[in-house]
């Protein structure tokens, strides 16, 4: 069985940090592209960052500069750290990993607010 499990979201106040955490499982993922996706109230789903079989990096550009994915395949893990947060971040941030078939986590909150 296929999961995604991400964990690290909450409130953070502008100017903050957070440091989301993914742990895949059920499905080789060094083999797998893996990013994150964001949805905030009553707008798509966006796309925010990606990170490659290779290591090489993605990112939007609303969060250039600001946020850093990274992975470890040792441990099954993607982390996205966010910095200098805004209130224009706030969404449910998703754990996706992209391969043979595609995987989406639950969603975690992520709520920039002072």
């Known amino acids: 069985q296929v999961q995604l499990v991400e964990s690290g979201g909450g409130l953070a106040q502008p100017g903050g940090s957070l440091r989301l955490s993914c742990v895949g499982s059920?499905?080789?993922?060094?083999?797998?592209?893996m990013g994150w996706y964001r949805q905030a109230p009553g707008k798509a789903r966006d796309w925010v960052a990606g990170v490659g079989t290779d290591d090489r990096t993605y990112y939007t550009d609303s969060v250039k500069g600001r946020f850093t994915i990274s992975r470890d395949n040792a441990k099954s893990t993607v982390w996205l750290q966010m910095n200098s947060l805004e209130p224009e971040d706030t969404a449910v941030y998703y754990c996706?990993?992209?391969?043979?078939?595609?995987?989406w986590g639950q969603g975690t909150q992520v709520t920039v607010s002072s």
């Open positions: 996706t990993a992209a391969g043979m078939r595609d995987y």
């Open positions: 059920g499905f080789t993922f060094s083999e797998y592209r």
